[in-house]
């Protein structure tokens, strides 16, 4: 492991200087940039799946969870995903420099919003190497440069990524120094680095509570808090069950590491038996364990591992092929577990009343609420954003999936008069 041999301070300044490159650069010089960081990735693939081995077989020695070793491992199928979303990314309008609020003062003067870059971003994550690639597209079209701090577990893929990123950029016409990456794995320079307020404009922490609540802590910086909450779905008693069954299974076991996974399961109570007997069985085939709460566990007593529910259960983001299940009474109730749990990043209402639907819309406090819906589907991509660099659970600035215009801010523009042009 090559060990950090530049200053923070040094880093922030090379970040503040390539962002005024980056705010000044035209859309195409940016889309140009983008178009050759996807046609590097694809020339050393196999470099970068050659990295990303040593680091599975390094977490594999010291025993990673399934979930961690899911969300670090690429191969063939992800690095093509992530490809073709770097080339989205070219497609979707660029925000920088949108006017909106446009009017014309009582004096003659011309005002209106500007959207521009918000600066440098610094971004610290975990065991996820795609997001090295989301925030430097997503940051590199908003003319913002990055410094991320990546996990030890992601080492050699973040190396390895990195070096082709900058490579396409300095290929293009743009400054290196727009995406850097910190590679000394000590947590001293996660300290500086939320200390950096003279460089660096804000901080994004993408991983569980215990970071996000470090980086809040002490940050001197603004820090988006996101990627984590309890995700509900709230079966009402006039859901269609079959349709639920495949709603609920989807949630869970499609992706069991995602953040935007099903962790509790709410069920109407005259619908609790009907429900439960007809997805005990689907959850025997997708490998569920499940947590259920004492009057449920007769219906649930063919699910092959089954526990009472303990204090904390739900309040736990499982990040893995667990579920929690509890029954309420109506719509209300639901809403009050909900609250009382921690519910701030996807949750969904199965429901054909139209009632249940708005209540449930205008009293859940998430950053994304469904009707009838997965809550798998919260993601940049299938939001039509893009990638995304974080799904934000605030509620100031930017709310779930961050894309392009999340990571701009705006500035107020007012001409007294119009030039002619030379």
């Not at 960081?37 to 470099?47: D, F, G, Q, S, V």
């Not at 090295?132 to 997503?138: E, G, K, Q, V």
């Not at 290929?171 to 200390?195: C, F, M, T």
């Not at 008693?237 to 709410?266: F, G, H, W, Y």
């Amino acid at each position: 492991m090559k060990i950090q041999n530049v200053s923070l301070e040094e880093m922030g300044r090379a970040a503040k200087e390539a962002a005024y490159v980056l705010a000044t650069a035209p859309t195409a010089q940016k889309n140009k940039a983008l178009s050759v960081i996807a046609e590097e990735l694809e020339i050393h693939a196999a470099l970068i799946l050659e990295a990303n081995e040593k680091d599975l077989k390094t977490a594999r020695e010291q025993g990673l969870s399934a979930s961690m070793l899911d969300r670090l491992m690429l191969n063939g199928e992800r690095l093509a995903g992530i490809v073709a979303d770097v080339r989205n990314v070219i497609t979707l309008s660029d925000p920088v420099g949108a006017e909106t609020h446009s009017r014309v003062l009582e004096n003659g003067m011309a005002l209106c919003r500007r959207r521009e870059p918000i600066g440098v971003i610094g971004v610290i994550y975990e065991a996820r190497p795609n997001v090295t690639i989301d925030i430097a597209s997503l940051c590199l079209k908003t003319g913002n440069a990055s410094i991320l701090r990546g996990g030890k577990e992601t080492f050699h893929s973040n190396m390895a990524l990195v070096k082709i990123i900058q490579i396409a950029l300095e290929k293009s016409g743009l400054p290196a120094a727009s995406v850097q990456y910190i590679n000394n794995p000590d947590r001293e320079w996660v300290s500086h680095l939320l200390r950096l307020d003279e460089h660096i404009d804000m901080i994004i922490p993408r991983g569980g509570a215990g970071l996000h609540k470090m980086c809040k802590e002490n940050s001197t910086i603004p820090v988006i808090i996101g990627g984590f909450g309890i995700s509900h779905i709230y079966v009402d008693k006039t859901a269609d069950l079959e349709r639920a069954l495949d709603l609920i299974m989807n949630a869970k076991v499609q992706r069991p590491s995602a953040c935007n996974a099903l962790d509790t399961l709410l069920v109407h109570q005259d619908i609790a038996e009907a429900l439960l007997g007809k997805l005990a069985p689907r959850l025997n085939e997708g490998k569920v364990k499940v947590l259920a709460e004492a009057p449920l566990l007769p219906y649930l007593s063919s699910v092959n591992t089954l526990e009472k529910a303990q204090e904390g259960d739900f309040d736990t983001e499982w990040l893995a092929l667990t579920l929690g299940i509890a029954c309420v009474a109506d719509v209300h109730e639901a809403l009050a577990h909900m609250r009382l749990h921690n519910a701030s990043h996807s949750d969904a209402i199965l429901t054909h009343d139209l009632r249940a639907a708005e209540t449930f819309i205008n009293g859940a406090r998430s950053a994304v609420v469904y009707v009838n819906a997965s809550t798998r589907f919260t993601d940049g991509a299938q939001f039509g954003l893009g990638a995304e660099v974080a799904v934000s659970t605030q509620k100031l600035h930017a709310r779930g999936p961050m894309g392009l215009e999340e990571l701009t801010t705006y500035k107020w523009v007012g001409k007294a008069d119009y030039l002619s042009r030379p």
